[in-house]
């Protein structure tokens, strides 16, 4: 199994990007798919999830209304549509498949378990 976050890059404040999350040797659409972020020195924040099921989606407060998750399961793609992006949405970027049901527990690492590489996203000012 193996999951490839691609998409990132350098874009100024303002702006928008948006990150894809593939798959090998998994099926995402069967799957809750999350998106955290670590930025340097802090610790791994989750920023989205939707669910396998039901059009469930979460949102971290700091992205609401700015970031959209989406999924093509035809292409076996999540993607993470991000706009108005700040300086501080710089991070290295990560899509993860949760080990849980209907993202109830979205934000915490441990409820995953296939993580992709990671995207860099840097905004400048």
């Known amino acids: 199994v193996q999951l490839q976050a691609s998409g990132g890059g350098l874009v100024q404040s303002g702006g928008s990007l948006r990150l894809s999350c593939a798959a090998s040797g998994l099926s995402l659409g069967a799957h809750d798919i999350g998106w955290f972020r670590q930025a340097p020195g802090k610790e791994r924040e989750g920023v989205s999830c939707?669910?396998?099921?039901?059009?469930?989606?979460k949102y971290a407060d700091s992205v609401k209304g700015r970031f959209t998750i989406s999924r093509d399961n035809a292409k076996n793609t999540v993607y993470l549509q991000m706009n108005s992006l700040k300086p501080e949405d710089t991070a290295v970027y990560y899509c993860a498949r949760s080990k849980g049901l209907y993202c109830s527990a979205y934000a915490s690492p441990i409820t995953y378990d296939y993580w992709g590489q990671g995207t860099q996203v840097t905004v400048s000012s």
């Open positions: 939707i669910a396998s099921r039901y059009g469930i989606t």
